[in-house]
């Protein structure tokens, strides 16, 4: 039972939470048109600018939503955090013999590192460390699309979420950067299995489509030690949760991580349909999405409704 005051600080803080994401909106409306759409996977290129939305989700089941909140977008690189989550499962730590932790400080689809590096990728967020992460998860996983949309429609509650099947394909016959990374690890002895199977695998988790109260409720498990209330399932232990974050506070944004972190101060992780994800421990995990990206491949308005809302909130993890 709550005693009165601590009753009146959780009614002021949820009345804070949505007043604050309606004062987003306005802050972000001279962005909207700002950035580009991603035009290198063509059925991406088909978003229209101008949209945004933004969604908290709270550790005690709470949502609080604005803007666009119907609007469906595919999670592209947002989906790394789930393949990684579910290779830890299978392997722990084992895992960091096939992908590193440390920052690329290069684009998300650069090719030179992995040549120097022997085909061991900087980090799992990277496309390169992503796709290996698949490929670890495919020896592994019997149905491997199956079961990682499963994950999917457990968490965010919505048993209907579905892959975009027209921006996996189109990914897929675009696909000749992340393949020539897949087959340069494939050199060097870093993949163990069909390099095209493992290709289409990503590619539909990349495509998984959702809305951005789905997003924050698919990742509500990084805020809340591991658990995810929606599907009642430990995801991961608190201390791979904590690392997790750590990972995502040092390289979810991949050469842009520095400017996020100073920025915002959360762990986040982006995607190419505009999406981001950024975690408060303890407290929320807030998703929010736009389609116009910066030259990095990052949303311009998700960025500044990120840092508008930390500031407001004080929710920098520092
Ligand atoms: O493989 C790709 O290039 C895309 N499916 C995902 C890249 C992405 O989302 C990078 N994020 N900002």
Known sequence: MLDSASFHFLIKTMADYQAVLDRVIDHIKPLLYQGTVADYIPALAEQSLGQFSIAIQTNDGQSFSAGDIDARFT???VSKVMTLTMALQRYG????????????GTAFNSLTQLEFENGLPR??????????TCDALYSR???PIHTMLEHYRAQSGNDKVKINKRVAQSEFEHRYRNAAMAYLMKSFGNFNNDVEEVLWSYFNYCAIELDCVELAKTFSYLSNQGYCQHSKQQLLTAKQTKQLNSLLFTSGLYDAAGDFAYRVGMPGKSGVAGGIIAVLPNQFTVAVWSPG???????????????FLSEELGTAIF
């Open 75 to 77: 999670v592209q690189s």
């Open 93 to 104: 730590d084992e895992l960091w013999q096939r992908v590193g932790k440390e920052p690329s």
């Open 123 to 132: 980090n799992p967020f990277i496309n390169a460390g992503a796709i290996v």
């Open 141 to 143: 996983l019997g149905a």
């Open 293 to 307: 990206l910066d030259k990095v491949g990052n949303s311009v308005a998700g960025i500044a409704a990120l840092e």
